[in-house]
């Protein structure tokens, strides 16, 4: 794993998912109060598994990818977040969950921005969106809290969902074109 990956917060250490982070996830994914609003609902095991082999991939074909989140003093799983591209097409996506015990003290937002961050910054990511649903007034205010910009909505799985972006303010591509 390549440490420029690993990010840490005030109060959070993210790494790049492996492995060692699969019977987390799984019962992670497997919690309707978690995964039932994300894109694809609940997942079983044997789908967390073959997700968590997919992320490993990206992060080595793409240099970003999903990191498991964890409390820094005692390294407790709360949850996950990153970068993906959309499977629609609409760009490179920003996505964060945590477990319902971890919400409500910001750690969502400490958790997206260090990504967000690390997509412009390090990906070399000039644009970055985001999708919550409209009912997800969460979502909504961690996505502009770190800095987001609300700027279309759709309506998906019979949802009205609205898209958010960040574009990066630097001029400097970094090593090649930005993506």
Request: charged share 20%.
């Amino acid at each position: 794993m390549n440490p420029t990956w690993v990010l840490r917060t005030g109060r959070l250490v993210l790494t790049p998912v492996g492995g060692r982070d699969l019977p987390d996830l799984q019962a992670f994914k497997a919690d309707p109060q978690v995964f039932a609003v994300m894109l694809g609902g609940v997942r079983s095991a044997v789908d967390t598994a073959e997700e968590l082999a997919r992320d490993v991939i990206a992060w080595g074909a793409n240099g970003y990818g999903i990191w498991a989140v964890r409390e820094a003093q005692g390294q407790r799983f709360v949850g996950v977040t990153g970068l993906e591209p959309r499977p629609d097409g609409r760009g490179v996506a920003l996505r964060f969950a945590l477990s319902p015990d971890a919400q409500g003290r910001g750690l969502a937002r400490e958790a997206a921005g260090a990504a967000l961050r690390f997509g412009h910054d390090q990906a070399a990511l000039r644009r970055i969106v985001a999708v919550a649903r409209e009912s997800n007034g969460g979502s909504r205010v961690v996505l502009g809290a770190i800095g987001m910009t609300a700027c279309d909505s759709f309506i998906q799985n019979g949802y009205r969902m609205v898209m958010f972006e960040s574009i990066s303010p630097l001029v400097r591509p970094a090593a090649g074109a930005w993506r």
